[in-house]
């Protein structure tokens, strides 16, 4: 079975500091890997996706986010937060072979000024 | 263009009213979604569509009737819902493939905010 777990239901950061949201899946196949972000009262928005070429993928807004299959984990970060990432980001799993979109709970990034 | 749109973007309704949601999308893509998405949770999915053939239904109840009249439109036809379906509504689309639709990214809509009274 799949599954994705994302560590921290809500993160707070300074703004200016260090984005760390962390993602772990579990798959008995290559997986197919997103973030989406969802700012309040709008719809998902993809921000980056791994497709098994390069392991250290860019997204948009600055965001990036690294795949290791040896612990199993996608977390995403940005060297510098803005105000305008405060926002709730889901990491989903997608099967390689196809397969549904399985998704996290969620984490709520806040941003304080 | 990566856009899904989706009217109305607010809907109040009755629990004896018929009323439906609209998503639609230009992007070529023949594989489209409905999730549901209650407040600080994951969307859950609904029905997808392949190539206008409803091909998953996850075991949602009767009252919500998905419809896909062509490869650019899917509608969500609502009747007799209860309070507990109050939610956001969202569409999403993928570029999708003969063999089954989830092998490719999922492009979502703004979504529809729900509330049944």
């Known amino acids: 079975a799949q599954s994705v777990t994302q560590l921290g239901s809500h993160v707070s950061v300074s703004e200016g500091a260090l984005v760390l949201l962390r993602c772990n899946y579990s798959?008995?196949?290559?997986?197919?890997l997103f973030w989406y972000v969802q700012y309040p009262n709008q719809g998902l928005q993809l921000l980056l996706k791994?497709?098994?070429?390069?392991?250290l993928v860019k997204g948009i807004n600055g965001f990036e986010a690294e795949f290791k299959k040896s612990e199993t984990s996608f977390h995403l970060t940005k060297p510098s937060a803005h105000m305008s990432d405060a926002a709730e980001y889901f990491c989903?799993?997608?099967?390689?072979?196809?397969?549904?979109?399985?998704f996290g709970q969620g984490t709520e990034l806040s941003v304080k000024p | 263009d990566t856009e899904v749109t989706q009217t109305p973007k607010h809907l109040v309704m009755g629990m004896t009213n018929k009323k439906s949601l609209k998503c639609e999308q230009h992007?070529?893509?023949?594989?489209m979604y409905w999730y549901k998405q209650k407040a600080k949770k994951p969307p859950e999915l609904m029905f997808v569509?392949?190539?206008?053939?409803?091909?998953i239904n996850e075991s949602v109840p009767s009252r919500f009737s998905p419809e896909c009249p062509n490869s650019s439109l899917l509608n969500l036809h609502l009747h007799a819902l209860q309070p507990e379906d109050s939610a956001l509504y969202l569409c999403?689309?993928?570029?999708?493939?003969?063999?089954?639709?989830?092998?490719?990214?999922?492009?979502f809509g703004p979504g529809t905010r729900l509330t049944v009274l």
């Open positions: 999403a689309s993928s570029q999708g493939r003969v063999g089954g639709p989830f092998t490719d990214t999922q492009y």
């Open positions: 798959s008995s196949v290559p997986p197919y």
């Open positions: 569509y392949s190539y206008e053939k409803l091909s």
């Open positions: 791994y497709t098994s070429a390069a392991t």
């Open positions: 989903a799993l997608q099967r390689y072979q196809g397969g549904k979109l399985i």
């Open positions: 992007m070529g893509h023949r594989a």
